[in-house]
C-alpha cells in the first residue's frame, strides 16, 4: 500500500513540474509599449514643496486684533473635539457651541460662524480663524471634572458585631 502512494505522490510531483515548465516556454512575455520611458530621479523638481503646496503668504494686515480675539472666545465654546491619528491635524471633528447655542459637530475647513472656519483639530485643542488666514483663536479642550471620590454607607440588615457569648447559633443540627 506504501508504495502505490509513493508512486501517486512521485507522479504527481512529476505533472507538476511537467505543467510549470511548459507553461513557462509556451508563454510570450509582454512587450514593453514603444512610448514607454525610464525614470530617472535626476530630472524631478527640485525645491520646497511645502511652499508649492501651502496657501498664499498673509499679510500682517490680515493678523486679527486682540480685542476681537477675546469677543470671538466669549461667544464660542469648545465642548468635545476627535482629532486623526496623524500630526498634520488636517482632519478631525469638533463639537462647537456658538452664543450658548447646543454644541454642533463641525469639520476641519467648515464655516463656525460668519467667515471663521475651524483650521486645525489636535489632542490639546481646536484652533479657528480666516479660511486663509492665521489663527484667530486658539480653543483648549475643557478639563475632565474631579473623579467622585467617598465611602459606600454600611450595608443595611447585617450587623458587623460579633454575636453574645450565650446566644443560640442558627445552625440546625436536628
Not at 471620590?149 to 453574645?164: E, K, M
Amino acid at each position: 500500500m506504501s508504495s502505490r502512494l509513493s508512486a501517486l505522490v512521485i507522479w504527481a510531483a512529476v505533472a507538476a513540474s511537467l505543467a510549470y515548465w511548459g507553461l513557462r516556454w509556451l508563454a510570450q512575455p509582454i512587450p514593453v509599449p514603444s512610448n514607454a520611458t525610464s525614470v530617472s530621479m535626476d530630472s524631478g523638481s527640485k525645491g520646497d514643496f511645502r511652499r508649492l503646496l501651502s496657501g498664499p503668504a498673509v499679510a500682517a494686515s490680515q493678523a486679527i486684533d486682540p480685542g476681537a480675539q477675546s469677543a470671538l472666545a466669549g461667544r464660542i465654546q469648545l465642548r468635545g473635539a476627535f482629532a486623526s491619528g496623524d500630526a498634520s491635524g488636517f482632519s478631525g471633528v469638533a463639537l462647537l457651541s456658538v452664543d450658548g447655542q447646543p454644541p454642533r459637530a463641525v469639520r476641519v475647513g467648515q464655516t463656525v460662524d460668519g467667515a471663521m472656519v475651524l483650521q486645525r483639530v489636535d489632542a490639546s485643542g481646536a484652533q479657528i480663524g480666516p479660511a486663509d488666514g492665521p489663527v484667530a483663536l486658539t480653543l483648549p479642550l475643557p478639563t475632565l471634572p474631579a473623579p467622585a471620590t467617598g465611602t459606600l454607607p454600611p450595608p443595611t440588615g447585617v450587623s458587623t458585631a460579633p454575636p453574645p457569648q450565650g446566644a443560640p447559633s442558627q445552625r440546625d443540627d436536628g
